[in-house]
């Protein structure tokens, strides 16, 4: 028998003012033309007054556990991936914590920018295999408008808020094709951070800073990174791309999702895109387009997802899920 972390239930949550591209031209000097031709975002979610990053993951978190049909104090592990937690400290996992009431266990964040869902997600999984919880609520929730300069229109027009959520359970699995976590790989490379970062932090300036990026340079490492991992993780599971149902990418730009998956031959039907609605969501992304597609029907329990992420530090992962 081997124990492996199996997806039970998906959630995912967004604040309530929606932002088009033309709104965002009324802001700074862009268009719906550039923005959509460069990036294939049409529209983003801001958070408002009382919308906060835990607020957020709390209500994707309530949404997965009620798919899992299981309770807040049920769960002894959450793990919640952002680079936007409502303080510096304590976690943000640990409101989640409390808002759900399930007081004790373990609660803590995981700081890897847009890949921090898939970070979060390789702790969580090993944790659960090693036995060191038995249900875990894996988070990636962001706030990044409050992280951003609406001055620099080569960054505001490309990030959103929202969260997602999945229960993640440990079970014993000695099928042929079992259910869950099949592989995960993650990498960072410190060498890069320059490219993606904030002007501030508590222990430097004592803000938060904002975001600051050089677009076209994180483009080129992010398809030869993405494409790289996936292919690692097929690898390491004997998996030919052509079996894969579903690939679950990080939406920051329709153009990196679509080079990626042409690098390994994986046809756009079997993509899932939600840039084009929720922008670059960062740490959210995944679990936001992953409960998108578990939802409206398109991704089935027994089939194999690939998940992606890659973000500032920089930081990049995959992982290979049958659902
Ligand atoms: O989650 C991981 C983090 N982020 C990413 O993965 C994002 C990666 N990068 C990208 O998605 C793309 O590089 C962008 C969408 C950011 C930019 O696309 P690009 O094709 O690389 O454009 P560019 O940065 O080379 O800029 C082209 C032009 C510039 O004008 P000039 O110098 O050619 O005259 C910019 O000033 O577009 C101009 N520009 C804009 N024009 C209208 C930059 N931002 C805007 C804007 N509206 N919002």
Redesign the pocket.
């Known amino acids: 028998m081997t124990r492996l972390s199996v997806i039970t239930g998906t959630g995912s949550a967004l604040p309530a003012r929606r932002v088009d591209n033309d709104e965002m031209a009324r802001i700074?000097?862009?268009?719906d033309e550039?923005?959509s031709t460069?990036?294939g975002i049409r529209s983003r979610y801001f958070a408002g007054e009382g919308e906060t990053t835990g607020s957020l993951a709390t209500e994707a978190a309530r949404k997965a556990l009620e798919a899992a049909g299981i309770k807040g104090c049920d769960i002894d592990l959450i793990v919640l991936g952002t680079t936007t937690p409502d303080q510096t400290f304590p976690a943000t996992a640990t409101t989640v914590q409390q808002a759900l009431g399930c007081n004790g266990g373990v609660a803590f964040d995981v700081q890897a920018v847009?890949s921090g869902f898939l970070y979060a997600l390789g702790v969580a999984d090993s944790m659960l295999r090693s036995g060191m919880a038995n249900r875990a609520l894996v988070i990636g929730a962001e706030t990044m408008s409050r992280l951003l300069d609406f001055e620099d229109?080569?960054t505001c027009?490309?990030f959103g808020d929202g969260a997602g959520a999945i229960v993640l359970e440990a079970q014993e699995n000695d099928g042929e094709k079992p259910r869950g976590i099949l592989a995960t790989k993650l990498h960072a490379d410190g060498a890069h951070n320059e490219l993606?970062f904030t002007d501030g932090g508590a222990s430097t300036t004592g803000t938060i800073g904002k975001i600051r990026?050089s677009?076209?340079q994180?483009?080129k490492h992010?398809v030869q990174n993405l494409s790289s991992v996936l292919k690692e993780v097929l690898d390491m599971s004997g998996t030919d791309a052509s079996e894969v149902d579903w690939v679950v990418p990080?939406q920051?730009?329709a153009?990196?999702i679509e080079g990626t998956a042409k690098k390994l031959g994986l046809p756009m039907d079997r993509v899932v895109m939600t840039v084009d609605q929720h922008a670059?969501t960062?740490a959210a992304s995944v679990p936001l387009a992953l409960d998108a597609a578990v939802r409206d029907g398109r991704i089935k329990p027994g089939q194999l997802v690939v998940l992606e992420a890659?973000?500032?530090g920089f930081t990049w992962g995959a992982s290979l899920v049958r659902m």
């Open positions: 700074v000097d862009t268009s550039w923005i460069r990036s847009c229109r080569a027009v490309l993606l990026m677009g076209n994180v483009f992010a990080h920051a730009n153009r990196i670059n960062s890659m973000g500032g």
